[in-house]
C-alpha cells in the first residue's frame, strides 16, 4: 500500500527502524533522519499480525495464497497461537515451511481444557522444554461457552503464567466472559516478570486501565470496526504505545468482511480504523504497533 503524505519529525522518530523508504523518483533509500523531514514520499507498511491461527483447517486450500496475500499488504511477522496438543504438528511444519515470517507460541486455550487437562498441561510443558517459542498462549479463562471446568480452567492458567515467567516469555491471554477471573489470577502473579498480551481486547476503559496495570499491551482486532463492538469509543484515549493489531484469523473478521473468514491480509482493516480513531497516518499506526509488538516478543533482546 503506497501512501503518500508530508512527514513529520513524530513520524520519523517512531519509523526510524521499521519503515522502507520510496523516494517519489522511484530510487530506494536508507533512513536518512530529518533529511527528509517535510518532503513527500512512499512509503511500504510493515506490520506484525500478532495473533492469527494459519494451521487451522480453515486455511487448508488456501494456506500459502493466504500468507503470500498477507505478506503483499505488509504483514511481516505472524505469531500464531496455540490451540491444544492436536495442532502442535501443523504449527511446526508451518514454521518449517516459513521460518522468516513465522512464530509460534505454545500454551493450552481455555476452552479446550477438559478432564485431560493434565495431559494437555504435561504437553505444554514439554514443548517448552523442547522448541523456541515466543510467548505462552493462548491461555485464559473463558466463561462463554462452558463453566463446566472453571476451577481447572483457573489453575491451568495460573501454572501457565508461572512456565512463562520461569522461561521470562511473555504470556497471551484469552478472555471471554471472565474479566473478574482473569483479573484475579493476575493479581497472584503480577511484578515485572509478568508481560504480554491482552488478546483480543473487548472490555471497558477500566478494564484496560487494568490490563495495563500487568504490564500488558491491548491487542486489537476486527472487532475494533464493528459498530457494535464499543471498543472504539475509548481506545483513542490509550496510548498508541501500548497497543498491538491482530487479526485472530479465521475468526472476527473485520468490516467490511464480518461473517467471513478472517485473513492475516485484513490487518490494515484494523491499522486503519485505528488511523481513524488516532487521528494519525496509518503509516505512523503500522511503526508504533510493530514496534510495540517487538517490544512484547523479543524483551530480552529488544
Not at 121 to 130: G, S
Request: aromatic letters at 10%.
Amino acid at each position: 500500500m503506497a501512501v503518500e503524505f508530508k512527514v513529520t519529525q513524530e513520524v520519523l522518530a517512531a519509523a526510524k527502524t521499521q519503515w522502507d523508504f520510496d523516494i517519489a523518483g522511484g530510487s530506494k533509500h536508507g533512513f536518512k533522519d530529518t533529511q527528509l523531514a517535510g518532503k513527500p514520499y512512499f512509503c511500504r507498511m510493515k506490520m506484525i499480525d500478532t495473533h492469527t491461527h494459519l494451521y487451522v483447517e480453515a486455511f487448508d486450500e488456501d494456506r500459502d495464497a493466504a500468507i503470500a496475500q498477507a505478506i503483499a499488504q505488509g504483514v511481516e511477522e505472524f505469531y500464531l497461537p496455540a490451540i491444544d496438543s492436536t495442532y502442535t504438528q501443523r504449527m511446526l511444519d508451518l514454521e518449517q515451511a516459513y521460518p522468516e515470517q513465522i512464530r509460534l507460541m505454545m500454551g493450552l486455550h481455555p476452552t479446550h481444557v477438559k478432564e485431560n487437562v493434565a495431559e494437555e498441561l504435561a504437553h505444554v510443558q514439554e514443548q517448552l522444554e523442547q522448541h523456541r517459542y515466543y510467548a505462552v498462549g493462548e491461555i485464559g479463562i473463558d466463561l462463554y461457552w462452558d463453566k463446566t471446568y472453571i476451577k481447572e480452567q483457573q489453575d491451568a492458567f495460573d501454572q501457565q503464567i508461572k512456565w512463562a515467567k520461569a522461561k521470562q516469555l511473555p504470556i497471551v491471554i484469552h478472555c471471554r466472559d471472565a474479566f473478574e477471573e482473569v483479573f484475579e489470577v493476575l493479581e497472584e502473579n503480577k511484578g515485572d516478570d509478568l508481560f504480554g498480551i491482552f488478546h483480543c481486547f473487548t472490555g471497558t476503559r477500566a478494564d484496560a486501565q487494568r490490563a495495563l496495570s500487568y504490564n500488558l499491551k491491548l491487542g486489537i482486532g476486527g472487532v475494533v470496526t464493528f459498530k457494535n463492538g464499543k471498543i472504539d469509543q475509548f481506545i483513542h484515549e490509550i496510548p498508541l504505545t501500548e497497543l498491538v493489531l491482530e487479526t485472530d484469523a479465521p475468526y472476527l473478521a473485520p468490516v467490511p468482511h464480518r461473517g467471513k473468514r478472517n485473513e492475516s491480509a485484513y490487518l490494515n482493516l484494523v491499522a486503519e480504523k485505528l488511523s481513524a480513531l488516532y487521528a494519525q497516518p496509518i503509516e505512523f499506526i503500522a511503526a508504533q504497533t510493530t514496534k510495540n509488538a517487538q517490544s512484547v516478543f523479543l524483551r530480552n533482546n529488544f
